[in-house]
């Protein structure tokens, strides 16, 4: 899978992209990152990629014209003549990471794992001029409700939640399965007065379970006695439970109808 990451700080991307996973899927060759600044896009001396908005205002806007024409570039098609979007192609995503996208999400990383191939468009300052939004990336994407300084550290964030979701990513592809937001836990003898799923549904939005590992007991904390006796059906179901009683304590917007 290919990733383009558009910005005006290329050495930003440095320490990121040089551990843990994402280090081991570019030295495997399961991803390919190319950065891209921005400004070799630009044409006056100052190296301009912003502007002030029309209609006043504070801050700076990036401008439409170098970021167009580096995802041309990147992409190595032009812009039609009739001034449309420009045709990624059914497995090319351009994303435009801003504060103001829809909210990236467990289900959105999966859609992105399908495809070949992301350019990211690093917004910065005030905003982006909206012809980028409006004909040039295929979605706008938040990563949450707040407001920063450029969008590096969304795309990075990104690209490390849609790398881990590639085949051979993480070397046990069970390891994907059975995070939160899974899609392939299953709810084990959850009693039905607690309005949560019943035995074998499927659970789509719902935090992972505890962990513990050694010592059993590390200063008067114990790991619970059901992990400890080797019943794997008892060790499932009090692990769908605690998932449940999580979710509800620390998201329950996510168990909301």
Known sequence: MRFDLITIFPEFFAGPLDYGILRRARETGLVEVGIQD?????????????????????????????????????????????????????????????????????????????????????????GVDERVAEHLATEEISIGNFVLSGGELPATLILDAVTRLLPGALGNEASSQNESFSEEGTAGGISAENKTPAAGERLKTILDFPHYTRPADYRGWAVPEVLLGGNHAEVAKWRQEMAILKTRRNRPELLAG
């Open 38 to 126: 921005l400004r070799v896009f630009t044409k006056d001396k100052h190296r301009s990629v912003d502007d002030r908005p029309f209609g006043g205002g504070e801050g700076m806007v990036l401008k439409p014209e170098p970021l167009f024409e580096a995802v041309e570039y990147l992409l190595g098609q032009p812009m039609g003549a009739s001034g449309g979007k420009i045709s990624a192609g059914p497995k090319t995503g351009i994303l435009l990471l801003s504060a103001a996208g829809k909210l990236f999400d467990q289900e959105a990383a999966r859609r992105f794992a399908q495809l070949e191939r992301i350019v990211f468009i690093c917004g910065r300052y005030e």
